[in-house]
């Protein structure tokens, strides 16, 4: 299955973007979706993920300000960022499972400026 991310941009301080994770495949409403990103010289981190029937999840630094969304007849996975950071800079990954194994999106850009 092949994930395709986008949505990524820059945008000031504050501001907000929505990324969207469309996948070439049927992913399983019940199965993981999530986002994870990767800043410039760190390891890649969990972000927020959602599955039906299961509160979504999300990282102690983007609750509050970032919604996880699904819309599984699209087989596409959102994530709405509000008041954006600085360090909200990275980029940021799609992740789902498929089939019994997970794939990753080949990740979009998200540029915070102060």
């Known amino acids: 299955v092949q994930l395709q991310a986008s949505g990524g941009g820059l945008v000031q301080a504050g501001g907000s973007l929505r990324l969207s994770c469309a996948a070439s495949?049927?992913?399983?409403?019940?199965?993981?979706m999530g986002w994870y990103r990767q800043a410039p010289g760190k390891q890649r981190e969990f972000v927020a993920s959602?599955?039906?029937?299961?509160?979504?999840n999300y990282a102690d630094s983007v609750q509050g300000r970032f919604t996880v969304s699904r819309d599984n007849a699209k087989n596409t996975l959102y994530l709405q960022m509000n008041s954006l950071k600085p360090e909200d800079t990275a980029v940021y990954y799609c992740?789902?499972?498929?089939?019994?194994?997970?794939?990753w999106g080949q990740g979009t850009l998200v540029t915070v400026s102060s």
């Open positions: 959602r599955r039906s029937g299961r509160d979504p």
């Open positions: 992740k789902a499972k498929y089939r019994s194994e997970y794939y």
């Open positions: 495949r049927t992913i399983i409403s019940t199965d993981f």
